[in-house]
Structure formats: structure tokens, C-alpha cells
């Protein structure tokens, strides 16, 4: 369960992580820019397990990898939007960034909403509106790949194996 973070439609990796920050690799350094841009209180709002929830292409822009570091740093469970931006998805995915495609959750979640989501079913719950929306279920295989933290641990633990 996570308290929301919403924001609109085309919400790009350079509102996300600004260019100026790209000069480090550290998840908490980038974490303590995150949103800035657009939301120059989220940095230091954020707790563990809280959610952002945006409109439609979120994470559009350049391909930097910074932007989901730096979500998933900040202690972000998930994002929730009505669609991503395809090379936002992918760097999600490798990075072990729960996300979750669903439009009618993006559209009603508002900023503070509690929600929880069920990644199995793909069951978004708004606590506080005493509303779910129906997401498509995670693949088996993607729940594992998130779990693991990451392409590069997934991988790394199936080679062990």
C-alpha cells in the first residue's frame, strides 16, 4: 500500500531525472532529484512504497536509464499510467521497476490516494475511494525478473543455478 504521486500525460525522462544530475550513476543521489522539475516537493515527500501514477506515453523523451534509477531509488513501489513510452517500459523492466498499464486506474487514482496493487491478478485497489481497477496480470516471468531486482540479478541468478 502506497500514497500517490500523480502527474499527466507525456511526463518525459527529462522532468523525471533532469540532464543536469545525469553526471552521476548513484540511485541516491538521483533519487534526491527525482521530479524536480515538475514537482519540486517529491524528493523529500516520498516514503518507501509509495506509488506514481500518470496519463498516457509516461517516461517519453530520451532513453536514459537515470529516470526509472531514480523512480525506483526514491522508494517508488510502481508506476501506474495509462501507457509508457516503449524505451521507458524497457528500462523499467531491467532495472526491477514495477510497472503496470492501466488506464482507468490513471485516470480515476488522484494525488494521495492510498492504493495497493495485487502484481498476480493485476488488481489496483483505491483505498481511499473504496474503488478497484482491473490491470493486466504480470507474466509469471516478469514478477520473477522484478523480484530478483533487475535483468542483470535474473540473469545473473540463473547462471549461478
Known sequence: ??????????????????????????????????????????????????????????????SREHAPIAIKAAGCQCVIASSFARIFFRNAINIGLPIVECPEAAEKIENGDEISIDYTTGVVTNKTKNEVYQAAPQPEFLQQLIEQGGLVNYTSAKLVK
Not at 3 to 23: E, M, Q, S, W
Request: charged share 25%; aromatic share 8%; proline share 3%.
Open 1 to 62: 500500500m502506497g500514497i500517490v504521486f500523480k502527474y499527466g500525460d507525456n511526463v518525459d525522462t527529462d522532468v523525471i531525472i533532469p540532464a543536469r544530475y545525469l553526471n552521476t550513476s548513484d540511485p541516491e543521489e538521483l533519487a534526491s532529484h527525482c521530479m524536480e522539475d515538475i514537482d519540486t516537493s517529491f524528493a523529500g515527500s516520498v516514503k518507501s512504497g509509495d506509488i506514481i501514477v500518470g496519463g498516457k506515453n509516461f517516461g517519453c523523451g530520451s
